[in-house]
């Protein structure tokens, strides 16, 4: 990654919603907004499980003001599921944030689960062909690798990629996406952005390595270069 795509992750994730402080000032700025959608590429689906409490503050604040957070779906008594879409990115991305500053109030610290966790789901842009990586060790290694970024402490999800739920990586062709689901819940919006944008890099990294225009070692260095940016952001 070059330096002006840093300078423009660097501003995203320190301010996300200001477009214009990132756009601004640059003769193509075209390019620059080209450059920030490239960090989300795709359509996004968050699950966050957050506990029955908060769930059903949550429930409460949609059935009051009925046009609150529409791209808010209660899934069940403990998760929610948001979808943050490529087409609306600016949008959506207002959405959350403001979803988010609303479930980070100080009076609902006490509704907080101490088992809360995310999914990220990151819609797949051409065929997929996931059973390169079915069975794979070195792919199961890059899952490991993973696990480790996100801090994965949980036990029901094994560090495989797989097609079934229980296994950290899966490939969801029901869907058409990869999810993540060894991700603990934060309750820092940037750091959400972070966990975002890392996902969809992997997603490019195995969509590249299932077609073979990467190798093992190509992946482990997607991997490694886009920790040592996040980790310096």
């Avoid at 002006?4 to 992750?9: A, N, P, R, S, V």
């Avoid at 890059?142 to 097609?163: A, H, L, M, P």
Wanted: aromatic share 16%; glycine share 4%; net charge positive.
């Amino acid at each position: 990654m070059n330096d002006f795509k840093k300078k423009m992750l660097k501003l995203f994730l320190s301010h996300p919603l200001d477009f214009n402080l990132y756009l601004d000032g640059y003769k193509n700025k075209s390019y620059a907004y080209k450059v920030i959608r490239s960090f989300i590429p795709t359509d996004t689906g968050i699950e966050m499980e957050i506990g029955n409490p908060l769930v059903m503050y949550i429930e409460y604040v949609k059935n009051k003001y009925q046009k609150a957070y529409p791209n808010i779906v209660i899934d069940s008594e403990f998760e929610i599921n948001f979808r943050l879409r490529n087409s609306n990115m600016k949008r959506d991305l207002d959405e959350l944030n403001r979803f988010y500053n609303m479930i980070t109030k100080s009076y609902l610290l006490n509704r907080r689960s101490d088992n809360c966790g995310i999914h990220i789901h990151t819609n797949l842009t051409t065929k997929f062909y996931y059973k390169k990586l079915m069975y794979n060790q070195d792919i199961n290694s890059v899952v490991e690798f993973i696990e480790r970024y996100f801090k994965y402490t949980g036990t029901y999800n094994d560090s495989k990629f797989s097609t079934h739920k229980g296994n950290s990586v899966i490939y969801r062709g029901d869907y058409g996406t990869l999810e993540y689901r060894c991700i603990p819940m934060t309750w820092n919006f940037s750091e959400l952005l972070k966990y975002i944008i890392f996902c969809h890099a992997m997603t490019r990294g195995f969509q590249m390595y299932s077609k073979g225009q990467c190798g093992i070692n190509e992946l482990r260095d997607i991997y490694d270069s886009w920790i040592s940016i996040l980790n310096t952001i």
